[in-house]
């Protein structure tokens, strides 16, 4: 079936450090890829898409570029905030396909 | 604008009472509906999804249920909570987006912490 594998974390760095966490998925079509990110105590956020081969991604710092060869979709931020420290979900969804598929979260905590 | 409500934000139940969450979404029409469970330290778990009035889809045989009794409210439901109930509980939804064909964006509600004990 379709999965989404990322790494679990939880990621600590200090704050300007370079970010990655990554995601890699398995599906059966061709799929969207998203990130989201919830931040403790609220709900997900959609932090940015990408829908197709070769496309990037990319929100408040963020980037993930759809790599359909490696089947991958990273996250990269080139200098992180405390104010990012938050939960990172990587998901996909299959063209016209109506659920989502998410991977298990990363906790990343951005030390001052 | 498109918005979701999803209440109570916080909810502590005892062992075999009953429950009920409410999501309500506004500014769209004939949205499809979830609902996402969020286990302590765990990823998202899809428990239902309703593509239109009374059309209920389970992803996970519980003792939970749905329902949807009208087009934009989407009803969480158990006659007697669990311990293993306890989970933090997100309202979806999602329409295709304009110009992005297939693609369903997706909008989560700021969800509901239910502790059962």
């Known amino acids: 079936g379709d999965s989404v594998t990322q790494m679990e974390g939880p990621v600590t760095l200090s704050e300007e450090a370079f970010l990655t966490i990554n995601c890699t998925y398995t599906?059966?079509?061709?799929?969207?890829l998203f990130w989201y990110v919830q931040y403790p105590g609220e709900g997900l956020q959609l932090l940015l898409k990408?829908?197709?081969?070769?496309d990037k991604g990319s929100n408040k710092g963020f980037e993930a570029t759809y790599r359909k060869e490696t089947t991958s979709f990273h996250l990269e931020k080139g200098s992180v905030q405390v104010s990012d420290s938050a939960v990172y979900f990587c998901?996909?969804?299959?063209?016209?396909?109506?659920?989502?598929?998410f991977g298990p979260g990363t906790r990343l905590s951005v030390l001052p | 604008s498109q918005t979701i409500h999803q209440w109570p934000a916080t909810l502590v139940q005892p062992v075999g009472s009953p429950l009920s969450l409410e999501c309500t979404v506004e500014?769209?029409?004939?949205?499809?509906l979830y609902w996402y469970r969020q286990a302590a330290g765990r990823g998202l778990q899809l428990l239902f999804y309703?593509?239109?009035?009374?059309?209920i889809s389970s992803e996970v045989p519980q003792n939970l249920s749905a329902s949807r009794p009208q087009d934009r409210q989407f009803i969480l439901s158990s006659k007697k909570l669990l311990l293993s109930d306890s989970g933090f509980y997100l309202c979806?939804?999602?329409?295709?987006?304009?110009?992005?064909?297939?693609?369903?964006?997706?909008?989560f509600g700021s969800g509901t912490r239910l502790t059962v004990v």
């Open positions: 309703s593509v239109g009035i009374g059309q």
């Open positions: 990408a829908t197709k081969a070769d």
């Open positions: 500014g769209t029409s004939n949205p499809n």
């Open positions: 998901a996909l969804t299959l063209l016209y396909g109506q659920n989502f598929v």
């Open positions: 979806a939804w999602s329409v295709k987006v304009q110009g992005e064909d297939g693609h369903y964006g997706y909008t």
């Open positions: 599906a059966t079509g061709y799929p969207s």
